[in-house]
């Protein structure tokens, strides 16, 4: 039986089963089962060197998966967002915030008290 390869992207982004999930993946063995999967769909995994202060005595490297493969392994049920947009998103939202309290404050200067005249409402 020949086995299939799968086709990755060309500019693929390799992440972490914790990069993409949000959740870590030893202690329910999802990171196990995904290099179970990648190897037998010949996957090229790349090992990644964590930094310095989260290395621990067994654990100073981690697996990296092409996201067209984990979108496959997961059923496309995970949605990773680009670090620089959720940075843009924010900027956009603090934006749209200071332009609101400015219309706030306009609104609140147009906005006149007369107390000292009476209106003509029965009540």
């Known amino acids: 039986m020949k086995e299939t390869q799968q086709v990755i992207k ?22 196990k089962e995904v290099n179970e999967a990648a190897q037998k769909a ?10 310095e202060d989260m290395q621990r005595e067994n654990y100073k490297r981690i ?3 092409p ?3 984990l979108d496959k392994h997961f059923g496309n049920n995970n949605i990773v967002v680009d670090n620089n947009f959720l940075l843009l998103l924010h900027e956009k939202l603090i934006a749209l915030e200071n332009k609101f309290d ?14 000292e005249e009476d209106d003509e409402l029965p009540f």
């Open 42 to 51: 010949n996957i090229k995994v790349v090992w990644r060197d964590l930094p």
């Open 67 to 69: 996201t067209s493969f």
């Open 102 to 115: 400015q219309l706030l404050k306009k609104l609140d200067n147009n906005i006149t008290d007369n107390k």
């Open 63 to 65: 697996a990296t998966y």
């Open 10 to 31: 060309v500019n693929d982004s390799y992440l972490s089963v914790y990069e993409y999930t949000g959740k870590p993946s030893g202690y329910n063995n999802v990171g």
